[in-house]
C-alpha cells in the first residue's frame, strides 16, 4: 500500500451538560486527505483545497500532528498529503480536529505495529493546539473513537467510549456568524455556585446513564446545560427562539456545538431530525440570517479508509 | 397478612464525585420494623428499641413518613409499628432513612395496589425532612430501590436506577465522633471554579460509565470529589490517613459517607473489603479513635420482608 485516502468526520464538542468532557462524532460531513508514502522523512502538503491554509507543515494542524508522531515514532520515511477541507473554519463543528485526526490516523494504516487510538488522539491534540491554542481533546477524541467520548483526565490522558444508542439522529444548524474560541472561553465566569455544578454533575451522570439504556427520556431531561449556555448563548442572536424551535419540533436536546456558531440538536429518529432541520432552517430566515444545515446519525464510527492503493 | 417484619438498608449517600445525587445500599446492617394491621386509621408506635425517640407519631421519621402515605392515599385502616433500630443515629449511613423508607415500603405491602418506588421515595422523604431538616432523597432513594441510585430531579422526583458490579464490596469505617448535618452544609462554598464544577462532572460521568461496564480501574480513578470532600474532611479528624490507608491496602475508592463520620471505601471482592477493614481498624486504634467498622456487598436490594403473618 503506497496511497491512502481518509476520511476524517466532523464532530460535536462540549456536548450541553457535558462541557469540556463529553462530545460525539457525525456522519457524512467531514475532511478527505490522501497520503502518499515516500521516501523522504516528514510530511510535505502538496494540495490544499476547500479553505486557504498555509502549505507550511509546521503552520498547519495536519503537519504539526503528522510531524509530532512521525518524530515521535522515528520512522525513516514520510508522506506526501493532500487536505481536502470539507468542514467550514471556525463553524464549530471540529474543522481542525478533524484534520489533526485524520493525518494521525492516515499515517497509522502504514505502521506494522500501529498505534492505540488513545496514542493517536495524544498526537492529534499537538495539531489540535495550533489551531485552538491549548492542547485538547474534545473533538479529537470522538473523531478517533466515533460514539461519543468522554474524557475522564489529561494527566494522563483517559478516554472512555460511551454507546450510541441505534436511532440517536442530529440535526446541525449553523448560523453565519464568527464566534472567536477566545471571547467564547473569556464570557465563561471562573467561579459557579456550588448547587449549580452539582445540578450539571447530576445531569451529565443521567445523560450518560441515558447512554447505556437508551432511554431516551432521560437523555432529554438530563441534557440542561445550568453552567456555560446561559452565558455562551449570549455570543449567538436568537440561541433562545432556535432552541426553543429545535424542542418543539421533536428534538430532545439541543445545544451550542463547540464555541459555536453551530447549534446541535438530538432527535430520536431520523425523521424527526428532519423535521427540526426544516423548523430551524424557517426560523434562520424568520431572523433574516444567513446559514446551513445537516441531519446525520449520531455516528458510531469515526476516521475511516475511503480508498487505498 | 396481618402482621410483617421488614428489613431496611443502611444506605450511603454523598458517594465521594456523587455528592448529593448518588447513594447505594448496603446489606447485613439495617433497621428492623414490624407492622400490623389495624381498624384504626394512622400509626400507633407501640414498641421501640436500639434508640431513644419519640413514639409520637408526628415527631417520629415512622410516624411522619407512613402518615403521609395513610393520608394521601385515604387508606382506611391504619398500623401498630415496633421500630428496632439497629443503625446508630448520626453515624452517617442513613438511620433516619431507613426508617422512613421502611415504613412506607412496609405499608405498600398490605395495598391492593401498592405504588411505585419512586411514589414510595417521595413519602419516605417527608420522614426523612424531620430529621434532616430537609426533603431530600440521597438515603431513601437507594433504600427504596437497592442497588446505586442517581438522583436526575427533585421537580418533578426522578430517580436512575444503575447496575452494581457483580463484585462490588464496601469497607464501613464509623470512627465515634459526632458530625451535626447542619454543621457539615455550613462549611461548604457556596461558590466553586467552574473548572473543578467541570472536573467533577466528569469524574461523575466516569464512574457512572464504570458501573455501566463493570470497570474497576474506571471506578477508581473517576472517584475523585474535588468538590465537597476538600471542605469536609476538616470535621474528621485524620481523614488523609484513613484514605490513604484504605487506598494502599486494596481500597479503590474512599469517601464520607453521607455527612460523615462514616467513611466508606468501594473494593472489588470480599477479600480486598477485609484486608480494609483490618487496616482501617488498626488506623483508628493508632489514632486512639474509639470506632467500629464492617463489610459488605453494595446490595442490589433495598427493603425486604424478613417475615409475614
Known amino acids: 500500500m503506497n496511497e491512502i485516502r481518509v476520511f476524517s468526520p466532523a464532530t460535536v464538542a462540549n456536548v450541553n451538560c457535558g462541557f469540556d468532557v463529553l462530545g460525539f462524532a457525525l456522519d457524512g460531513l ?11 522523512k516528514g510530511i510535505k502538503i502538496t494540495k490544499i483545497t476547500g479553505a486557504d491554509l498555509p502549505f507550511e507543515p509546521k503552520e498547519n494542524v495536519v503537519g504539526v500532528a503528522g510531524l509530532a508522531m512521525l518524530n515521535s515514532l522515528d520512522l525513516d520515511f514520510g508522506f506526501e498529503v493532500e487536505i ?12 481542525s480536529a478533524a484534520s489533526a485526526a485524520g493525518i494521525v490516523y492516515g499515517i497509522n494504516q502504514f505502521l506494522e505495529r500501529p498505534i492505540s487510538n488513545l496514542e493517536l488522539t495524544a498526537f492529534g491534540m499537538k495539531g489540535e493546539a495550533i489551531a485552538s491554542g491549548n492542547e485538547h481533546a474534545d473533538n479529537v477524541a470522538p473523531c478517533v473513537y466515533g460514539g461519543f467520548t468522554l474524557i475522564t483526565g489529561y494527566s494522563p490522558l483517559s478516554i472512555v467510549s460511551l454507546p450510541v444508542p441505534d436511532d440517536l439522529y442530529v440535526t446541525i444548524i449553523h448560523p453565519q456568524i464568527t464566534i472567536k474560541t477566545k471571547e467564547a472561553r ?4 471562573k467561579q459557579v455556585s456550588l448547587q449549580n455544578a ?3 454533575s447530576g445531569n451529565l451522570a443521567g445523560l450518560i446513564a441515558g447512554l447505556y439504556t437508551e432511554d431516551y427520556e432521560l437523555i432529554a431531561s438530563s441534557t440542561q446545560d445550568v453552567l456555560v449556555e446561559p452565558y455562551r448563548k449570549n455570543l449567538i442572536p436568537n440561541f433562545d427562539f432556535y432552541k426553543q424551535t429545535a424542542l418543539e419540533n421533536g428534538g430532545i436536546s439541543f445545544g451550542i456545538s463547540g464555541s459555536g456558531p453551530s447549534m446541535f440538536t438530538l432527535c430520536k429518529g431520523v ?5 427540526v432541520e426544516v423548523a430551524l432552517t424557517n426560523a434562520l430566515k424568520l431572523k433574516n440570517m444567513q446559514g446551513d444545515s445537516y441531519i446525520s446519525p449520531v455516528s458510531k464510527f469515526g476516521n475511516r479508509i475511503l480508498e487505498q492503493k
Not at 467531514?30 to 523522504?40: S, T
Not at 481536502?84 to 474543522?95: D, N
Not at 473569556?186 to 465566569?189: H, K, S
Not at 425523521?271 to 423535521?275: L, Q
Open 30 to 40: 467531514g475532511d478527505e486527505m490522501v497520503l502518499r508514502k515516500v521516501p523522504e
Open 84 to 95: 481536502h477541507k470539507k468542514i467550514r473554519l471556525g463553524s464549530g463543528v471540529g474543522s
Open 186 to 189: 473569556a464570557i465563561l465566569p
Open 198 to 200: 452539582i445540578k450539571q
Open 271 to 275: 425523521k424527526d431530525a428532519g423535521n
